[in-house]
């Protein structure tokens, strides 16, 4: 099928003509929603009756209506995030186990309605009729992790920003959003008990345009963050989306706007932390937290917070890119090293994201964390870890390439792949200078699309630990929504069908229909507002002339 309404992303399992002469949404549409289905029932109404002006009243008497029906049946077929959608007329029929499934089935329904239901009020005075072709569509997701991590410490994204990008994973049934909250560049997120975490911890003085080798400044302030109620916001509205959202609080590393807030929380005996301010620039920070009891602590008391507005099974700690110089210069550290029997800095490393895990496990949540936990783990014993020195529960975000997640999935830990050769959205999109600061490798459309979340190394029992894939958004070059928009669509668009359709392997996928049916999706984006590379390369104001990238040559891929 080529018709505009059928190019559907992601791909759905199964897609057939079926009998009749398909529907018509009009003005008389009804929806019927049997109980358990009215949070969709009014996802369609304020999204696609917005976008159509139609009122899309409750089922009274009407035979055109859209009927949201949960099924046993269809649950038990498709699975949890399975549904059903038949357009034979004379009105739609969305099934599926639960409201996730429906909720999804949702979506496809906009997408068959065309570009114009991605709109937020009609461009026709509300007049218009809406066909929808005669179809019946199965359809479920290979994976159960889909998400997109965008870094909000780098730069800030106002939360109605947040908002927004929610709703675009929705559309392309994504469902998970990672939220990284802290970095050594800023705080987000409002912990009433240590209030200096935002108002120092919370904004900069300066920012490093460009890559860190760049000679230029934005000598405007910068900064921002989240009220718990935003995250409460963000939390509901991302729940009515079926969306999860896995906030990340990074420990040990990428700390140093906390240490700029609480001097203490550093290495003391090392330098001179009250020094320290929230950093203006880019890379791998040496100035990390001291391993100590107040640390612990002081940790175990923002996490409490964090549990409380954040009902994710997973928390992410992050644990990425933690050099160890001040560690093995702190008098402190080495002693905790000696009183605890560790082998090294990487043990104690170990010993710490230990601490956290054991903690959140005793709460009921999962840790998650860069791969960089594996590092320097041994089984403790009592036999309550696995040979990681990790609890059964915890999961890996596989990002220096496969491996970490394959060593993660065989020592029986679920595994979340985000290898940075090939989902980190900051890397540039084409070879050409004329990417808005290049940094990176070259990722393009296609190669997003080729990307193949289970490694052959992985098989049986140890694949299934595959919960799924997500691309990262880094955002040290990304000053602005515009410039999100750029990096992440359209190769977001690549990575939702990755992880939701059940594509054949690299080699065999069919990258030209793909190609086709995106250009039906650029207009569903054009309606969206979403401000992506267009696929002849960037408009003339999406570049950035002047602002130093990274050179593409022998350069290994960090910003
Ligand atoms: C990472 O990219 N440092 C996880």
Not at 231 to 246: F, K, Q, Y
């Amino acid at each position: 099928m080529t018709d505009v309404l059928t190019d559907l992303i992601p791909l759905p399992r199964t897609i057939r003509p079926a009998n009749g002469g398909g529907c018509v949404l009009d003005a008389d549409t009804e929806i019927e929603a049997s109980p358990g289905t009215e949070d969709v029932a009014q996802w369609l109404r304020a999204t696609i009756g917005a976008a159509t002006g139609l009122p899309l009243p409750p089922y009274a008497a009407a035979e055109n209506r859209v009927v949201l029906r949960l099924s046993p049946e269809t649950g038990a077929q498709l699975g949890p995030e399975g549904y059903r959608l038949v357009t034979e007329g004379p009105g739609v029929l969305i099934e599926a186990g639960t409201g996730t499934g429906l909720f999804w089935g949702a979506q496809t329904l906009r997408q068959l309605l065309g570009p114009a239901a991605f709109r937020r009020a009609p461009v026709d005075g509300g007049q218009r009729k809406w066909p929808l072709p005669a179809l019946r569509i199965e359809d479920a997701p290979r994976f159960a992790w889909r998400g997109m991590m965008l870094d909000v410490a780098r730069h800030f994204m106002p939360k109605d920003g947040v908002l927004r990008y929610l709703d675009l994973l929705a559309a392309h049934k994504l469902n998970v959003l990672h939220l990284h909250l802290t970095d050594d560049q800023g705080w987000r997120i409002e912990i009433p008990r240590y209030p200096a975490l935002t108002e120092i911890g919370g904004w900069r003085e300066r920012t490093k345009l460009g890559h860190r080798a760049s000679p230029l400044w934005d000598e405007r302030p910068h900064g921002g963050f989240y009220t718990q109620d935003d995250l409460r916001e963000i939390v509901a509205h991302a729940a009515a989306r079926h969306i999860t959202v896995v906030p990340e609080i990074d420990i040990p590393g990428h700390s140093q706007a906390a240490i700029a807030a609480y001097p203490e929380l550093g290495n003391t005996d090392v330098l001179d932390t009250t020094a320290l301010k929230v950093w203006d620039t880019w890379g791998v920070n040496p100035n990390v937290l001291a391993p100590t009891d107040h640390t612990l602590r002081f940790y175990e008391h923002v996490l409490e917070e964090v549990l409380a507005l954040f009902p994710s099974p997973f928390v992410h700690i992050g644990g990425d890119e933690c050099p160890k110089d001040q560690w093995r210069a702190s008098p402190t550290a080495r002693a905790r090293i000696a009183e605890l029997g560790l082998a090294d800095e990487d043990a104690l490393q170990s010993w710490f994201i230990r601490h956290f895990d054991r903690w959140l496990a005793d709460r009921g949540r999962r840790l998650i964390g860069w791969d960089e936990i594996l590092e320097g783990g041994s089984p403790a014993p009592g036999g309550d870890t696995t040979e990681c020195g990790l609890a059964p529960g915890a999961a890996v975000s596989s990002w220096r390439g496969y491996a970490g997640g394959i060593a993660a999935a065989r020592a029986g830990h679920d595994v979340v792949m985000c290898p940075e050769q090939q989902v980190y959205l900051d890397h540039r999109q084409h070879a050409s200078p004329e990417e808005p600061v290049p940094i990176g490798y070259v990722r393009t459309l296609e190669d997003v699309y080729a990307f193949e979340p289970v490694p052959p190394e992985l098989t049986g029992e140890h694949a299934a630990r595959v919960l799924g894939t997500q691309a990262n958004v880094w955002t040290e070059v990304m000053d602005s929504q515009q410039r999100v928009d750029y990096q992440v669509f359209p190769r977001l668009t690549a990575l939702a069908e990755v992880a939701w359709s059940q594509l054949p392997p690299p080699a065999a996928r069919d990258h030209h229909d793909f190609v086709r049916r995106m250009t039906t999706h650029y207009a569903r984006l054009d309606a969206l507002g979403v401000d992506y590379r267009p696929p002849g390369g960037p408009h003339p104001w999406q570049k950035r002339p002047g602002v130093l990238g990274r050179p593409i040559d022998g350069a290994p891929p960090n910003v």
